[in-house]
Each structure stands twice: as structure tokens, then as C-alpha cells.
């Protein structure tokens, strides 16, 4: 079956610096790959929306620039939380696939600033 | 604007009960729903969908959902609790293959032994 690998799959990082995650497919092509937010005891909040070759759509509310998208292949795409901060602190999964096929969600990572 | 309601934040059964978890979404369109279980720090596992057809599904690990247009419901059910099941459920609705989804707040399922 469809298998998304996240990595890290923990992270803790000092306030002011940058992190970068990873979501791959690693037995198929995702087209399209999207980025959510968890917060604790609550659902996740869709954040972006990433087709590859093109530039990730945000949804409202959420800062491009704080948080660059990159889908350069069809296998991976990359979340960077730039100049974090500790209300960035949050789970972050990513769900890949194609529209024909289906979407699997990643095993997700948990970012910790401090 | 598409939504999905779990009026249930948080639900105790005994080991061997009966569950129902209630799901209600609101879709402009023909939904498609899901519901998806996760276990502490971990990613979501897809229990079951709902694209079209038999209006009674059947998903992994036991469970089935049936959705009811008619009350823009789609309730999740298992018949036999196992203390393995205690986690968090998440109902979604979505576009094609769930693509683009819509979560609900989640229920925290809780086991008694």
C-alpha cells in the first residue's frame, strides 16, 4: 500500500532559527501533497496545499512566509518553519497522493520550539 | 463552506461494549467522508471512506460507518470495544479521495477494563 514517511519525526529547536520537514512518498507519485497543523486536544487546520513544479496554495491565515513550501519532485515536499518561535510549536502532518488514487497521510512531526 | 461536527469530545465504554461515535457534516456537493483513528504522537490511520454506493461501510480493525443523507450523517460503529481502540477518531469530509479535507474535532475514545 501507499506508505508517506515523515522526517523528523521530533524535533525541538531553539526560538529564531529555521526547520525543515520532510514528507516523501516512498512507493508512489504524489501530484499533490497538503501540510496540516495540529494543536493539542484539537483537529488538524489545513495550511497549504502543494503541487509539484508549482507553488504551494495557502490557506487563509497562514503566513507564506513563515512557513515555505517546497514540492520540487513527485516523492517530496518540504515544510521550513522559518524563525520559529514557541506558538509555532504544533504537530505538523502531511498527506500525499493523487486525485485518482487516494491520499495517505504521513506519520507527522512533532515540532517543539524553545 | 463544508464542516464537520463530533459532538462528542470525549466517550468512556467498557471493554466489550458496543460503540457508536455520531458524525454530522455539512457538504455543498455529493461528500466524501472518512474517519480516521490516532494514537498519542502519532500520524492518522484511515479507518473507512464513504464515496458512493452501499451506504453501509465496512473498514479495518472491525469498525463500519453508514452514512444517512438524510441527517448529513455518517456515525462511526464498532460492536465489541477492544482495550486497543482507546485514541482519538477523527470524522473528515473532503473532495475526491479526500484530498483537501475538512476535519471534525475529534472524540477521545476511552477504554474501561
Known amino acids: 500500500g501507499a506508505v508517506v514517511s515523515q522526517h523528523p519525526s521530533r524535533v525541538i529547536c531553539k526560538s529564531g532559527t529555521s526547520v525543515k520537514i520532510e514528507c516523501r512518498s516512498l512507493?508512489?507519485?504524489?501530484?499533490?501533497m497538503f501540510w496540516y497543523r495540529q494543536f493539542p486536544k484539537k483537529s488538524l487546520m489545513l495550511m497549504a496545499t502543494?503541487?509539484?513544479?508549482?507553488?504551494?496554495?495557502?490557506e487563509q491565515g497562514v503566513e507564506k512566509d513563515k512557513f515555505l513550501i517546497n514540492h520540487a519532485s513527485l516523492t517530496l515536499s518540504t515544510l521550513t518553519v522559518t524563525s520559529a518561535h514557541p506558538e509555532d510549536s504544533s504537530f505538523y502532518i502531511c498527506?500525499?497522493?493523487?486525485?485518482?488514487?487516494?491520499?495517505?497521510f504521513g506519520s507527522g512531526t512533532r515540532l517543539t520550539v524553545v | 463552506a463544508q464542516s464537520v461536527t463530533q459532538p462528542d469530545i470525549h466517550i468512556t465504554v467498557s471493554e466489550g461494549a458496543s460503540l457508536e461515535l455520531r458524525c454530522n457534516y455539512s457538504?455543498?456537493?455529493?461528500?466524501?467522508l472518512f474517519w480516521y483513528v490516532q494514537s498519542p504522537g502519532q500520524g492518522l490511520q484511515l479507518l473507512l471512506k464513504?464515496?458512493?454506493?452501499?451506504?453501509l461501510v465496512q473498514g479495518i480493525k472491525g469498525f463500519e460507518a453508514e452514512f444517512k443523507r438524510s441527517q448529513s450523517s455518517f456515525n462511526l460503529r464498532k460492536p465489541s470495544v477492544h482495550w486497543s481502540d482507546a485514541a482519538e477518531y477523527f470524522c473528515?469530509?473532503?473532495?475526491?479521495?479526500?484530498?483537501?479535507?475538512?476535519f471534525g474535532d475529534g472524540t477521545t475514545l476511552t477504554v474501561k477494563p
Open positions: 512507493d508512489f507519485q504524489a501530484t499533490t
Open positions: 498527506s500525499a497522493g493523487q486525485a485518482n488514487y487516494g491520499y495517505t
Open positions: 457538504y455543498g456537493a455529493t461528500p466524501y
Open positions: 502543494s503541487n509539484e513544479g508549482s507553488k504551494a496554495t495557502y
Open positions: 464513504y464515496f458512493s454506493g452501499d451506504t
Open positions: 473528515a469530509v473532503g473532495a475526491v479521495n479526500a484530498g483537501k479535507s475538512t
